[in-house]
Nanobody, 123 residues
Framework: QVQLVESGGGLVQAGGSLRLSCAAS????????MGWFRQAPGKERNFVAA????????NYADSVKDRFTISRDNAKNTVYLQMNSLKPEDTAVYYC????????????????WGQGTQVTVSS
């Protein structure tokens, strides 16, 4: 069992930056792929980024590539999402997720989810 708690969301102007954190409980955090997803009102939950257990492999949605960076610190049981050059269309609730076996963009294959943190980017 893994419990996830996101933090770091907030209101920022376009062009600004935020860093989201996701703290995980459980001794097996380092064995999980971790992902970030986002969901805007009335829209589907979309993949943002994922990182494998060691941090050696990452992948990103095209819409955030070169602006967002996912990383993890297994000693702290934490995964991060550094978001730069934010745009109004990045506004959404951001969710952290964990998967024991899957590292792709399909959200239904992730086993554990946090409660989400709101990111609002003003123009």
């Amino acid at each position: 069992q893994v419990q996830l708690v996101e933090s770091g969301g907030g209101l920022v102007q376009a062009g600004g930056s935020l860093r989201l954190s996701c703290a995980a409980s459980g001794r097996t955090f380092s064995s999980y792929t971790m992902g970030w997803f986002r969901q805007a009102p009335g829209k589907e939950r979309n993949f943002v980024a994922a990182i494998n257990w060691s941090g050696g492999s990452t992948n990103y949605a095209d819409s955030v590539k070169d602006r967002f960076t996912i990383s993890r610190d297994n000693a702290k049981n934490t995964v991060y999402l550094q978001m730069n050059s934010l745009k109004p269309e990045d506004t959404a609730v951001y969710y952290c997720a964990a998967s024991a076996y899957y590292s792709g963009p399909y959200y239904r294959k992730y086993d554990y989810w946090g409660q989400g943190t709101q990111v609002t980017v003003s123009s």
